[in-house]
T-cell receptor, first 116, second 111 residues
Framework: GAVVSQHPSWVICKSGTSVKIECRSLDFQATTMFWYRQFPKQSLMLMATSNEGSKATYEQGVEKDKFLINHASLTLSTLTVTSAHPEDSSFYIC????????????FGPGTRLTVL | GENVEQHPSTLSVQEGDSAVIKCTYSDSASNYFPWYKQELGKRPQLIIDIRSNVGEKKDQRIAVTLNKTAKHFSLHITETQPEDSAVYFCAASTQAGKSTFGDGTTLTVKP
């Protein structure tokens, strides 16, 4: 099956700094990728849809200036958490659709962000 | 937007018993309904899925049913085993691949 990777797998940063998370489709091209956030013992909440070659589409309540998304190529999307605060500490997961008219999503392994 | 409700939030069964988790969705445009198993700190793992043109699908001990009219879909696990213990999420997805997840069910299978 298709493989999606994320880097880093975990990161600890100081409050006020920015953190970049990469999501790569390793053996297929993804014109669209999705970014989710999951707080402890909660569900996955869609943050935004990353579109190759165009602006990301953000879900209601997600600050686009705080969560910068760049879909630079058909295999790479990045999420940058700017001016991170402790409340941004969460598990961030990306996914990419399998394409070819199918709905199946391939998830990355997730990135655990801890903001001190 | 889409709204997915999942019940129960916790479920405890004896090994060998069946477990049923139910979800409802609101957007009639949703046409793909996956079920995921997630272990702590890991990515969701697809265990079974169903598309809107199918009413039921089975894979060994796992089955999913879909009632499009009522906008209900359910996960059935038979002959549960301790290793089935995990958090299970349902989701409703549109053609574009955008998924809305239920709140999750923590399943505990007691030996």
């Amino acid at each position: 099956g298709a493989v999606v990777s994320q880097h880093p797998s975990w990161v600890i940063c100081k409050s006020g700094t920015s953190v970049k998370i990469e999501c790569r489709s390793l053996d297929f091209q993804a014109t669209t990728m999705f970014w989710y956030r999951q707080f402890p013992k909660q569900s996955l909440m869609l943050m935004a849809t990353s579109n190759e070659g165009s602006k990301a589409t953000y879900e209601q309540g997600v600050e686009k200036d705080k969560f910068l998304i760049n879909h630079a190529s058909l295999t790479l999307s990045t999420l940058t958490v700017t001016s991170a605060h402790p409340e941004d500490s969460s598990f961030y997961i990306c996914s990419a659709p399998s394409g070819q008219g199918r709905n199946e999503q391939f998830f990355g392994p997730g990135t655990r962000l801890t903001v001190l | 937007g889409e709204n997915v409700e999942q019940h129960p939030s916790t479920l405890s069964v004896q090994e060998g018993d069946s477990a049923v988790i139910k979800c409802t969705y609101s957007d009639s445009a949703s046409n793909y309904f996956p079920w995921y198993k997630q272990e702590l700190g890991k990515r969701p793992q697809l265990i079974i899925d169903i598309r809107s043109n199918v009413g039921e699908k089975k894979d060994q001990r796992i089955a999913v049913t879909l009632n499009k009219t009522a906008k209900h879909f359910s996960l059935h696990i038979t002959e549960t085993q301790p290793e089935d213990s995990a958090v299970y999420f349902c989701a409703a997805s549109t053609q574009a691949g955008k998924s809305t997840f239920g709140d999750g069910t923590t399943l505990t299978v007691k030996p």
